[in-house]
């Protein structure tokens, strides 16, 4: 794995796909990669031809969202075949090897393996790629942003005033190599008590939103805690496939047609 160390380095860009959007988040635990799966699937109800590829190496979590956990590809010709995920095309780190086992590896070596997932893998003709990128404002993440050619970035934050600090690092890496950021999701931004339908501002609701105003970017929508949303993710079917008609999987459909 080489890196260019000055200057523009080289662009690698999957042959056949159009445009790639990046979903990305400050830090951990926000739901980045929630927001990625249900996104994903809010673009093939879209009728788009859809990739997602999984480029957060240390905490890969593609294979569960879509149902694939320990399932391996195949390669043919020297080329790596994607997953076909539910209406979707999936690659992941998580695809080589135990879900148990950590990655163990240093930057260079995770920039190579993101390399060699982008060249190495046959996509095919796709209308949209929607990579999951890793969390916070690192090395990875800035070369993978500087590198691949990104149509634009959707960025998730829960409400919280320190996942937002995180969020606003995360929106000035974008600007700072020229990436267009679409605009800010707040996930886990309020509660609805399933049996008495009263609302709780969980972590003071609202904030993504003043933040997105302030710093000149869309606010792309909110995305409430709710346990539907995270059983659906673990069970390997987006809530935009398991439950189309619901308040959830329109506020994804939203996010979808704000990037499209
Ligand atoms: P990240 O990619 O930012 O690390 P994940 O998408 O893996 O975060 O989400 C972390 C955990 O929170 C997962 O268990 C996921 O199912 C859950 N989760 C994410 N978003 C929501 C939500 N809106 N409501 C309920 N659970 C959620």
């Known amino acids: 794995p080489r890196q260019g160390t000055a200057g523009r380095a080289q662009s690698i860009a999957p042959p056949g796909v159009r445009h790639i959007i990046a979903v990305a988040s400050g830090k951990g635990g926000v739901g980045k990669s929630t927001t990625a799966a ?28 879509f149902g694939l956990a320990g399932q391996r590809p ?3 010709d020297d080329r790596i075949l994607p997953l076909d995920g ?8 998580g695809f080589m090897m135990n879900e148990e086992d950590p990655v163990v590896w240093r930057g260079p070596m995770v920039m190579g393996a993101l390399e060699q997932m982008l060249r190495d893998v046959e996509w095919g003709e796709l209308d949209v790629m929607v990579v999951d990128m890793p969390p916070g404002t690192g090395d990875t993440q800035l070369t993978m942003s500087q590198r691949v050619p990104l149509a634009g970035a959707v960025i998730v934050s829960t409400p919280q005033d320190i996942a937002l600090l995180d969020a606003r690092k995360g929106l000035n890496m974008f600007r700072r190599v020229d990436v267009p950021v679409f605009g800010i999701v707040e996930n886990m931004s309020y509660y609805v008590c399933p049996n008495c339908g009263h609302r709780e501002e969980v972590f003071a609701h609202g904030g993504a939103e003043a933040a997105a105003s302030e710093m000149g970017c869309p606010f792309l929508g909110a995305i409430p805690l709710d346990i539907a949303i995270r059983r659906n993710a673990d069970e390997g079917t987006p809530i935009v496939a398991a439950e189309p008609d619901s308040a959830h999987a329109q506020a994804y459909l939203a996010i979808a047609d704000a990037v499209l």
Request: proline share 8%.
């Open 86 to 93: 539910p209406g979707l095309k999936v690659m992941s780190i």
């Open 74 to 76: 195949m390669v043919a």
């Open 38 to 65: 249900n996104l994903a699937m809010a673009l093939v109800a879209r009728g788009k031809r859809v990739g997602v590829f999984d480029a957060d190496i240390y905490g890969p979590s593609m294979p569960r969202m």
